[in-house]
T-cell receptor
Framework: SQTIHQWPATLVQPVGSPLSLECTVE??????LYWYRQAAGRGLQLLFY??????ISSEVPQNLSASRPQDRQFILSSKKLLLSDSGFYLC???????????FGPGTRLTVT | TQLLEQSPQFLSIQEGENLTVYCNSS?????LQWYRQEPGEGPVLLVT?????EVKKLKRLTFQFGDARKDSSLHITAAQPGDTGLYLC??????????????FGKGTKLSVKP
């Protein structure tokens, strides 16, 4: 069966510090991968998606970037965090085609 | 801009009551998903509906996809405290490079009191 991991689970970082969040998927190959941000327990905002190694599409211009160095690894980064980067970050994967997505447990980021 | 409108935004009911949550859009979706999310956790997929008019049941939960594939509803019978959570609908658009991407509603926050 497929599983998706995210770490860290929680993170407190000062403004201006770098960020690296990691997501890995097991039990599948060549998945579509997604990064979302969720504010205050509400709807999800798609940040990046990837259909393959090295292929990244950005949905929202911002202070963040994403990379996919391996088939089942997706990384969300920032060189300098802003207060507005605080939120709940979710990674998801989907098989090609029907649109179903399966989410990781999330990372709670607080920028102070 | 594709939008999915969910209603109501908040719902607080007593155990044993029935409820319906709605998800509406002007866009046609190739499929529509419903998720439930607990605080501090990732959303969990409940169901996918694909065919216009389709009805799926998951224990006390009934999901319906509109005939035109623009809207959906989730009905819960005899709600229990364990049904408490944020319910999200998400529609899949199937065109060009966005194949597989989902448009999410803002969610319905359900609280079922014992």
């Amino acid at each position: 069966s497929q599983t998706i991991h995210q770490w860290p689970a929680t993170l407190v970082q000062p403004v201006g510090s770098p960020l690296s969040l990691e997501c890995t998927v097991e039990g599948t190959s060549n998945p579509n991968l997604y990064w979302y941000r969720q504010a205050a327990g509400r709807g999800l905002q798609l940040l990046f998606y990837s259909v393959g190694i090295g292929q990244i599409s950005s949905e929202v211009p911002q202070n963040l970037s994403a990379s996919r160095p391996q088939d089942r690894q997706f990384i969300l980064s920032s060189k300098k965090l802003l207060l507005s980067d605080s939120g709940f970050y979710l990674c998801a994967w989907s098989p090609l085609g029907p649109g179903e997505q399966y989410f990781g447990p999330g990372t709670r980021l607080t920028v102070t | 801009t594709q939008l999915l409108e969910q209603s109501p935004q908040f719902l607080s009911i007593q155990e044993g009551e029935n409820l319906t949550v709605y998800c509406n859009s002007s866009s046609v979706f190739s499929s529509l998903q419903w998720y439930r999310q607990e605080p501090g956790e990732g959303p969990v997929l409940l169901v996918t509906v694909v065919t216009g008019g389709e009805v799926k049941k998951l224990k006390r939960l009934t999901f319906q996809f509109g005939d035109a594939r623009k809207d959906s509803s989730l009905h819960i019978t005899a709600a229990q405290p364990g049904d408490t959570g944020l319910y999200l609908c998400a529609g899949a658009l199937n065109y060009g490079g966005s194949q597989g991407n989902l448009i999410f509603g803002k969610g319905t926050k359900l609280s079922v009191k014992p």
